[in-house]
C-alpha cells in the first residue's frame, strides 16, 4: 500500500512539473502603432535591437545597398537620432543586428550581421561594436564614428541567413533562411572565431521543427536575461521559452505563436530591454513601428 501511495504521488509530482513546463505560455496583446520611423534614409530596416544603454532606443540598419553602418532610433516618436558608422567593417548585405554582451562578463556590444545573400556572394561576417554611451538626446540625427571591436567571419553548410540572435553569455547564434518546405538550421558561432584572421568552418548546429513556407525566417531576438526567443518568418511571430540556456534542446520543439500584425516586408523583431513586450518594424519608408505588450507578467519566470 504505501509503495503504491509512493509512486501515486511520484507521478502526480511529475506530471504537475512536465504539464507547467509545457502550459507556460506567455500572453501578449495584440500590437499597437508607437511611432512611424521619420527618417527619409531608413527605407529598409531590416533588422531591430532595444539599446541596453538608452532609454527607449532601438538600433536598426538597412538592407543590402546602404553603407557601413547603423542607426539609432527612438522607440517615442520614430526620429532617427544618431547615425552610427562602423569604422573597418564593410557591407555587403546586412540583415539582422542583436544587441547583448560584449563578453561573457560585461559590456554593452551591438552584433551587426553582414550574412545576407541578396547581391550573390555571402560575406558570412558578423562585426561586434561597442554601444555608444553619447547622449543620444543630443545626437538629432548627427553622425558618429565606432570602431570594430571584434570580427568574426564563418562559414557552413546553409546559403544565408537573416538572423542573428545574442545570449546573455555573448554566444551568437544565426538561424539559416531556407526555402519553403525546408527546416532552416540554429547555430551557435564559437567564441573562438573571434578576432581570428581566418573564417571558421562550423559543423554544430539543430534543425528548428519550424518549416519555412518562404524564404524564412527573417529575424529574431533573445531576451536580455536569456530564457526567451523570438523568431520572425515573412508571416509569423514564434516565441520559445529557454529556461536553461540550452537553445538547441528547447528550439528544437514546436513555439508558441504570438500576435503578428501582418506588414509589406516585414524583418525585423525584437524584444524591449525588460522584455515586457516586442517590436516588429517593416521595410519600406515611413513605417509604423509596432509594439506588443506582455499582458501576463506574473508568468515571466514561472520556474524560479
Ligand atoms: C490586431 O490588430 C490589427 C490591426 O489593428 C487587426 O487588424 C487585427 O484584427 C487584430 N487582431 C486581433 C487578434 O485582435
Ligand atoms: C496569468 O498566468 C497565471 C498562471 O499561469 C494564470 O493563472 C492567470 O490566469 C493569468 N492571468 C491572465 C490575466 O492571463
Ligand atoms: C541612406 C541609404 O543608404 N539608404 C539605403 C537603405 O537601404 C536601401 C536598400 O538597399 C537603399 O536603397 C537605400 O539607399
Known amino acids: 500500500m504505501d509503495?503504491?501511495?509512493?509512486v501515486a504521488v511520484y507521478l502526480s509530482v511529475a506530471v504537475v512539473s512536465i504539464s507547467q513546463a509545457q502550459i507556460y505560455a506567455p500572453t501578449f496583446a495584440n500590437g499597437t502603432v508607437v511611432a512611424r520611423l521619420r527618417s527619409r534614409i531608413i527605407d529598409e530596416a531590416s533588422g531591430i535591437c532595444a539599446s541596453r544603454i538608452h532609454k527607449d532606443v532601438l538600433y536598426t540598419h538597412n538592407d543590402s545597398g546602404d553603407k557601413a553602418r547603423i542607426y539609432a532610433i527612438s522607440t517615442k516618436t520614430g526620429q532617427r537620432l544618431m547615425t552610427i558608422e562602423i569604422d573597418g567593417a564593410s557591407a555587403v548585405d546586412y540583415e539582422d543586428i542583436s544587441c547583448g554582451p560584449c563578453d561573457s562578463t560585461s559590456g554593452h556590444c551591438i552584433y551587426v550581421a553582414d550574412v545576407g545573400g541578396n547581391s550573390g556572394a555571402?560575406?558570412?561576417t558578423v562585426y561586434k561594436i561597442r554601444e555608444p554611451e553619447v547622449d543620444l538626446t543630443h545626437g538629432k540625427g548627427g553622425t558618429f564614428h565606432v570602431p570594430i571591436k571584434s570580427k568574426l567571419e564563418f562559414s557552413w553548410d546553409q546559403h544565408d541567413c537573416e538572423t542573428i540572435m545574442v545570449d546573455n553569455k555573448a554566444n551568437v547564434y544565426v538561424v539559416s533562411k531556407v526555402n519553403a518546405g525546408q527546416y532552416p538550421k540554429l547555430v551557435r558561432l564559437p567564441h573562438r572565431a573571434w578576432g581570428t584572421k581566418h573564417r571558421v568552418k562550423v559543423d554544430e548546429g539543430v534543425y528548428l521543427s519550424l518549416k519555412a513556407t518562404r524564404h524564412d525566417p527573417v529575424g529574431g531576438d533573445i531576451s536580455r536575461d536569456g530564457r526567451e526567443v523570438l523568431l520572425k518568418t515573412h508571416h509569423h511571430v514564434y516565441y520559445w521559452y529557454v529556461?536553461?540556456?540550452?537553445?538547441y534542446k528547447h528550439m528544437t520543439s514546436q513555439p508558441l505563436q504570438l500576435p503578428y500584425i501582418q506588414e509589406p516586408?516585414?524583418?525585423?523583431v525584437c524584444f524591449d530591454p525588460q522584455a515586457t513586450g516586442y517590436y516588429t518594424t517593416s521595410e519600406g519608408r515611413y513605417q509604423p513601428l509596432y509594439y506588443y505588450r506582455r499582458i501576463n507578467r506574473s508568468t515571466k519566470s514561472p520556474s524560479s
Open 3 to 6: 509503495f503504491v501511495l509512493f
Open 122 to 124: 555571402v560575406s558570412n
Open 243 to 247: 529556461p536553461d540556456g540550452d537553445y
Open 265 to 268: 516586408q516585414g524583418e525585423a
